[in-house]
């Protein structure tokens, strides 16, 4: 089992930035990939970033290219979501996962094997 826990979140105006973490603990694992997902109020989970196991290949959406980073410190088993020109459609309960080696596609929610719990970040316009 991987337990991951998010945190950073919190209250920004329009244009600010933030930065979550999330520490995982466990039975860790550097050949993870690692994802952020995002869900608004009646929204579905949507894809926000993600990296391979190995740091060098990033992904992430049209909607945040350019405005969001992610990034890993394996050694403090810690994955990062560097978010700035934040906009009020960014608000959302942001959430961090893990996936397996061979579990497909890195945007796509069923894919991923460990969750955390959530953080929520609110942009005020």
């Known amino acids: 089992q991987v337990q991951l826990v998010e945190s950073g979140g919190g209250l920004v105006q329009s244009g600010g930035s933030l930065r979550l973490s999330c520490a995982a603990s466990?039975?860790?694992?550097?050949?993870?990939?690692m994802g952020w997902f995002r869900q608004a109020p009646g929204k579905e989970r949507e894809f926000v970033a993600a990296?391979?196991?190995?740091?060098?290949?990033?992904y992430y959406p049209d909607s945040v290219q350019g405005r969001f980073t992610i990034s890993r410190n394996d050694a403090k088993n810690t994955v990062y979501l560097e978010m700035n020109s934040l906009k009020p459609e960014d608000t959302a309960v942001y959430y961090c996962?893990?996936?397996?080696?061979?579990?497909?596609?890195?945007?796509?929610?069923?894919?991923?094997?460990?969750w955390g719990q959530g953080t929520q970040v609110t942009v005020s316009s």
């Open positions: 996962a893990a996936q397996r080696p061979s579990r497909g596609s890195y945007d796509v929610p069923h894919n991923y094997d460990y």
């Open positions: 466990g039975r860790t694992s550097s050949n993870y990939r």
């Open positions: 990296i391979s196991w190995s740091g060098i290949s990033t």
